[in-house]
Structure formats: structure tokens, C-alpha cells
């Protein structure tokens, strides 16, 4: 009898986990941020290759970037790609990571703040913020026991990545004069580099690469980020700083601009909340 029981509740633990994949499965949100998050994980020596000379005076940075960062970015990338892989069979992953990245090398970034290691740091922390809140929001968002775990321990990662480059940010602005304006226009730029360059360069791809019919309903650029903007929101448990840095998403340049002075970036960089979620 204790046999048996053990066998039932394995089975129906297997079958609420294939409902929760199904449900996954046809939302269309759940895809193209999956698979967006997926490519920019997997693009991370993109930035190696960068960081690591604009902090040329800075070995032990590029000691971190090459044996820390980039490392557990690429993991993460692989853990993505295999949910999505699975998820979506139907989805080539690989060519549209081929697309993707055949146009994001060329402008991944490559402009950097303004000759500034304490402003590069600063946009550094910004970047991982907002994937660390992301996560986060997944997270919490997500039913799905697998998904939740690869969301939350993606989300623990990008804040720990936070804290370091803010102790470099810390470090490098000791030997800099760094000013309200100049670090107000950065926090403002690496967010909206986000929105139109990262995040959009790995979005544009996903409508194409399916091996026949599409199975979840197609978004517009604007609708994903209106509809993300939304999940976060409501799932995040968004502090004040992280919820200044997520305006520029939702609103005009005006409006981000006095949202991202509305904190001096300077004086409060703002340490992200760790990830939480559903246990």
C-alpha cells in the first residue's frame, strides 16, 4: 500500500508538471522573454572582450569578468536554451541566436561612458539590475517548479554581479569627480540602452525561425515591452530605485529623465533586493 501511494503521487506530481509546461508552453509573453534572455546570456563575451579593456588598469576586473561573469552567464545561457529548446521544439533556437548575434556584435555596446571607469561601472550596475529584477519577477510569476528554480537562481547571480560592480563603481570614483548630471545622463543611457538596443536586437529574430507553424501568438516590440513592463510590476516587489531605473521602459525621455535624477545615482546606487518567489 505505502507502495503504491508513493507511485500515485510521483505520477500526479508528474502530471501537475506537465500542466504547468503546457501552460508555459502557449504563453506568448513566456516565450519571447525566455528566449530574449536566452541570446543576451549567451552573448555575454560580447562585453568580456569590451569591459575587459576599458578596465585595462584594473586586472583583477578582467581576472573576474573572464573567470566569474562571464562563466555564470554562460551557464545561465545554456540552462535557457535548454528550456526553451524543450519548451518549444518547434523553435530554431540556433538560427535565430545566429541572427541575432550576426547584429548585435556590431553594436552590443561598444560606446562607452564617456572614457569614465566609474561611469562604465554605473551602467554595469544598472544592466544588472534590471535583469536581476526580471528574474525576480519571474520568479515569482512562473508555476512551474523548474522554471521558478532556473529564474531564481539566475536572479540570485545578476545581484550578486550587481554587487561587485558597485564595489568597482565605489573603488573608481574615489580617483574621479564624478557629477550629479554626468552620472543622471549615464543611468538614464544604459536603461534605455536596454530597452532599444539590447533587449530589442534579441527580440527582433523570434518571429522568424519556426519550423512550421508558430505555436504562441506573435508580439509587437511595443505590446512585449508594455505587457513585461506589466509582470514586473506586479510580481517584482520593486524597491524605489529599481522602480526609477524601470521608467524609461514605460515612459517618454522626459519623464525618464526626471525619474532617473529623482536619486542621486552618485550617492545611492541602490542595493537590489535578492530574488524572492514562491518556495
Avoid at 545611492?268 to 535578492?274: E, K, L, T, V, Y
Amino acid at each position: 500500500m505505502q507502495q503504491a501511494a508513493v507511485i500515485m503521487t510521483a505520477q500526479r506530481e508528474r502530471g501537475e508538471q506537465a500542466r504547468a509546461r503546457a501552460l508555459v508552453r502557449f504563453n506568448g509573453l513566456m516565450f519571447h522573454g525566455l528566449a530574449a534572455a536566452s541570446f543576451l546570456e549567451t552573448a555575454a563575451p560580447l562585453h568580456v572582450g569590451r569591459l575587459g579593456r576599458v578596465f585595462a588598469d584594473h586586472p583583477d576586473v578582467g581576472l573576474w569578468l573572464e573567470q566569474v561573469w562571464w562563466p555564470q552567464r554562460a551557464g545561465h545561457g545554456r540552462l535557457l536554451r535548454s528550456y526553451v529548446e524543450a519548451t518549444w521544439p518547434e523553435f530554431d533556437w540556433s538560427a535565430a541566436y545566429d541572427e541575432f548575434h550576426e547584429a548585435y556584435r556590431t553594436r552590443y555596446g561598444t560606446a562607452s561612458a564617456g572614457g569614465s571607469l566609474a561611469l562604465e561601472a554605473l551602467a554595469r550596475c544598472v544592466a544588472e539590475t534590471q535583469a536581476a529584477v526580471f528574474y525576480r519577477a519571474l520568479a515569482s510569476y512562473a508555476d512551474e517548479p523548474a522554471l521558478r528554480g532556473l529564474a531564481r537562481e539566475a536572479g540570485r547571480d545578476h545581484a550578486f554581479f550587481f554587487d561587485h560592480f558597485r564595489s568597482v563603481f565605489e573603488r573608481c570614483k574615489r580617483h574621479e569627480s564624478v557629477g550629479f548630471a554626468a552620472a543622471c545622463r549615464t543611468v538614464l543611457g544604459a536603461s534605455r540602452a536596454a530597452r532599444d538596443l539590447d533587449v530589442a536586437a534579441a527580440f527582433q529574430p523570434l518571429a522568424r525561425h519556426w519550423n512550421g507553424n508558430r505555436l504562441v501568438p506573435e508580439l509587437g516590440y511595443g505590446e512585449f515591452l508594455e505587457r513585461m513592463g506589466q509582470l514586473v510590476e506586479r510580481h517584482a516587489a520593486l524597491g524605489r530605485v529599481e522602480r526609477l531605473l524601470f521608467r524609461p521602459w514605460a515612459r517618454g525621455a522626459a519623464h525618464a529623465t526626471v525619474a532617473a535624477c529623482a536619486v542621486n545615482p552618485v550617492h545611492s546606487a541602490g542595493r537590489i533586493q535578492q530574488p524572492v518567489g514562491p518556495g
